[in-house]
């Protein structure tokens, strides 16, 4: 069923997270949009780490549920009603949608970088209470500052990566220009999988993506990569000598593999996100070798040339979505998404099916 102009449901099926193991599909009910609030119909919502992290451990890092949590923040749909005030999409427009909210705090930040302003909001977050919903939701109610028009034609199903490839993108430009150069992409999960492809768009002369396990380094591969290498093979590793190396796999051990793997004066990109606390790595290598240690968190204004590439053709991301499952179904899908093993992104379908 799709929405009317003017004609909005009370409330819609929703996934909400009320505790570790705890996954439900509620019905939530919809806001009345603000002036410059518009409807979007979802169309498919992607399964991020932080989401199964709510659901296996009822915490995402330092981010604890304290109430029942909307989850998801990797969507695309259709807007069913446009913003009263006339800005933003019109009504039947597919959007992606940037799901961050920066706000100030106590600490600096540098205002060209809004990802680090310590007030940020992200959709489907416990960082703040009260938390901040999510938009697994079969319609949702979202300021237009946060949607992003798609060209005409672009596969919904494709455009539910937006988001992810976003944070990639972030992550390839944290290394400067990498025309020409030797890449290493440690982790080969989504995150590792998008930074491949991003680096292939970006003109690296040679990829090479590391994983424990052969289906992530198969997505990989089909999406840009050169070679492949086990994460065992610490001396393969090393060998590479990466000029740029991309740390996906959010462990330590990943961490280490990819200082080992950068050749003397490279940058190593610290995208997976580690546990909190100290980590034993080897710093020194990193100091003898003289290697650039960057963060990476999140994206600002890269979700623009994410969907700019998507649509003129230039970056390959399809491959990285390996299943799709109805809202209805979304308790087994996240089982799926668990297993890094067999699958790559797992996306939820909010058209297949009713739930009631």
Not at 86 to 91: K, L, N, Q, R, Y
Not at 120 to 136: V, W
Not at 339 to 347: E, I, M, P, Q
Request: hydrophobic share 45%.
């Amino acid at each position: 069923m799709t929405l009317q102009t003017g004609n909005l449901p009370a409330s819609g099926p929703a996934l909400v997270a009320h505790a570790a193991g705890d996954l439900r599909i509620d019905q939530v009910p919809l806001p009345q949009p603000a002036p410059d609030e518009a409807v979007v119909e979802v169309a498919f919502g992607g399964i991020c780490g932080s989401d199964l992290h709510y659901w296996l451990h009822g915490a995402a890092g330092e981010s604890i549920l304290k109430a029942p949590l909307v989850l998801g923040h990797e969507i695309s749909g259709t807007v069913v009603r446009a913003a009263a005030d006339g800005s933003g999409p019109a009504v039947g427009r597919a959007v992606a949608v940037h799901p961050a909210t920066p706000g100030p705090g106590a600490a600096r930040y540098p205002a060209d970088r809004p990802n680090l302003s310590p007030g940020c909001t992200y959709l489907g977050s416990a960082a703040r209470y009260p938390h901040t919903d999510g938009a697994f939701s079969r319609y949702v109610t979202l300021p237009v500052r946060m949607l992003r028009p798609l060209p005409a034609g672009m596969d919904l199903r494709t455009a539910a990566l937006i988001e992810p490839a976003s944070v990639a993108w972030h992550a390839v430009n944290r290394a400067g220009d990498v025309r020409g150069k030797s890449a290493l992409v440690i982790g080969s999960g989504p995150i590792g999988a998008l930074a491949v492809a991003v680096l292939k768009r970006a003109g690296a002369a040679r990829i090479t993506a590391v994983d424990l396990h052969p289906k992530p380094l198969e997505i990989a591969k089909a999406v840009g990569a050169n070679e492949v290498i086990n994460a065992a093979d610490t001396e393969a590793i090393a060998a590479v000598e990466a000029d740029v190396v991309i740390e996906s796999s959010g462990n330590h051990h990943g961490l280490a593999s990819a200082i080992n793997g950068a050749v003397r004066g490279g940058t190593v990109v610290m995208v997976g996100l580690l546990p909190t606390g100290m980590q034993p790595v080897p710093i020194s290598l990193a100091i003898a070798r003289e290697l650039d240690l960057r963060g990476s968190f999140r994206f600002n204004d890269e979700i623009d040339q994410v969907i700019a590439a998507l649509a003129d053709g230039s970056l390959h991301i399809e491959p990285v979505i390996t299943h799709q499952f109805p809202l209805a179904d979304a308790v087994h899908a996240f089982d799926v998404a668990k297993d890094s093993t067999a699958s790559g992104k797992v996306l939820l379908s909010f058209s297949d099916g009713d739930v009631q």
